[in-house]
């Protein structure tokens, strides 16, 4: 990832939730987050697929380990391979925005198996790769119909796609006839610079705080703390990915390290 790229990454932190917020990763190479690292590559040696996708994370921001998104790929790429969804997003969102090893085919691929299981962002992701010519694979067809359903997710990034479209052209019936369907239902408000928003972004709310990072992953260690035996063919019918002995942990739990969303940056905005 440029650095123009982080930059934005790190500044659109500001604007998640807090539960998120609690439990983003981001470069660290402190004993801790060395420590982290390391027990988790023993977690994964042990036959855990979870850990794999940390260890993918740890990879793509630098944390416990120099900063590589090709060996952060391969980890993400195993724990896909059961079938764990936000592995599938990861797998596909860095094939499609590391230009070093871009293959979009495959990105599509991972990003509709994730969206297939209603992965939010991967949904979103879709629509936004449609809606581009940087991909080489512009769909306005499958762009409306993506951004449609990302728009009746309320994923917190829409108002940027919207307000992207609206710099060119308005958002009618004819050509994005779903999302137009979409925005005529949940109608998105003004904010005080013109631009787009959702009607509750402006509201102040009281939250609860997600679990602490050093929480989080120490609840993961915890659930992994025995070798996973391979059990062959007995439980036909269900994957590694889709057994909670070969997950060791609860994998919608991964979910807030695992929303990354990376926008081109003709929109201006990259965002976790």
Not at 48 to 76: C, D, E, W
Not at 104 to 113: F, H, N, P
Not at 247 to 255: A, I, S, T, Y
């Amino acid at each position: 990832m440029n650095k123009y790229l982080k930059m934005l990454l790190i500044a659109s932190t500001l604007l998640l939730p807090a539960s998120v917020l609690a439990s983003k990763l981001e470069e660290c190479m402190t004993e801790q987050c060395v420590k982290y690292f390391k027990s988790f590559e023993k977690a994964s040696r042990a036959g855990h697929q979870s850990a794999n996708v940390i260890l993918g994370n740890f990879y793509y921001y630098g944390h416990g380990v120099k900063s590589n998104p090709r060996i952060a790929l391969t980890y993400f790429k195993k724990a896909a391979k059961a079938k764990i969804t936000s592995a599938q997003y990861m797998s596909g969102l860095l094939y499609v925005s590391e230009s070093d090893f871009r293959d979009v085919d495959d990105g599509i691929d991972y990003l509709e198996r994730a969206a297939k299981k209603d992965h939010k962002s991967a949904i979103f992701m879709l629509g936004v790769v449609y809606l581009t010519d940087e991909y080489g694979i512009k769909d306005m067809q499958k762009a409306d119909d993506y951004l449609a359903t990302a728009y009746e997710n309320r994923h917190e990034r829409m108002p940027v796609i919207i307000n992207h479209i609206k710099k060119s052209t308005e958002i009618t019936a004819t050509n994005f006839p779903k999302l137009y369907a979409e925005i005529n239902k949940v109608p998105m408000l003004k904010d005080t610079d013109g631009s787009s928003i959702w009607p509750d972004a402006g509201i102040e709310r009281i939250t609860v705080n997600g679990p602490t990072l050093t929480n989080m992953l120490n609840e993961q260690l915890l659930s992994m703390r025995k070798p996973i035996k391979s059990l062959g063919t007995r439980l036909q019918g269900k994957s590694c990915g889709e057994r909670i002995e070969c997950k060791g942990v609860k994998v919608n739990n991964l979910e807030d390290l695992t929303n990354l969303v990376i926008i081109p940056t003709g929109f201006g905005v990259v965002s976790r």
